[in-house]
Every structure is written in C-alpha cells, then in structure tokens.
C-alpha cells in the first residue's frame, strides 16, 4: 500500500502530522512517533519530499537545508519545493536560479548523508519574499 506524510501546521507553528495509507487510512500525530485516527485542527499541510536527512529527519517541502551533490564542494542552502512544471520535489538553491531534482526516473539524486535539516521557509518570511511565494 502507498503510504503518504504530510507535516500540519497553524501559520508558522507546527501542530502535528499526517499519514494516509492507500486511500482509505489516515492517521494523525502530535509528535510523529504516536498515531490515533483522531485528526488535528490544522490550515496548512506540506506534503513529505521522500527525504530524509543524515539525522534520520523526514523533510518536508518548505525546509531549508543545507546540502551538497559531490563532497568535494562545500554546502549550500536551499529550499525544498513543489516543482509545478516538472511535477516533482525539487532543491531551490538560494544563491543560484535552478531547480535541482531530489529524483531522475525514480533514482534520487541526493543521499542522506549530505542533507542537513536547517529551518522552516514558513518562518523566514524575508527569504519567502526573495523566492516570490506565499504560505497560503
């Protein structure tokens, strides 16, 4: 069965999580580690990007990592985010203008070992403003 994580939040305040196994379970959690089928009030909900960090963190899309594709370069910042166009997950690097995709044909591109989790976008309102998006 498929199984989707969804990360819930109030504006900027993170109030718990979502998974939706095949299509007719949902569980909710406050902390990711107990599950009731009770759900949680929430107005936002950022879907998870199929990545995990060298801490074993779950990113979602919104997060600021930092990362690198080869270890001979030094890390970079960047967002993860929904790519409407191609229709993936992909790294917004904030210093540069590309899109870098977390998968190829179903092959990821980055390893857990070079993501490291840094911040929320959604609390970084002046980085938001610079990409041109809203948390709506």
Do not use: A
Not at 115 to 127: A, G, K
């Amino acid at each position: 069965m498929e199984e989707k994580r969804f990360r819930l939040r109030v504006d900027q305040k993170v109030i718990g999580y979502k998974r939706v196994i095949g299509k007719n379970y949902e569980f909710y959690s406050r902390n990711g580690l107990w599950w009731t089928g009770h759900p949680l009030y929430y107005k936002q909900i950022d879907e998870f990007s199929g990545l995990k960090d060298k801490n074993d963190r779950h990113l979602y899309e919104l997060d600021i990592v930092e990362y690198r594709i080869d270890k001979d370069i030094p890390l970079r910042k960047g967002v993860i985010l929904w790519h409407k166009k191609d229709q993936c997950f992909c790294i917004k690097d904030l210093e540069d203008t590309g899109f870098l995709p977390i998968s190829v044909d179903g092959v990821m591109i980055f390893n857990s070992r070079d993501l490291t989790f840094h911040s929320y976008l959604f609390i970084n309102p002046e980085i938001m403003e610079m990409l041109g998006l809203s948390d709506d």
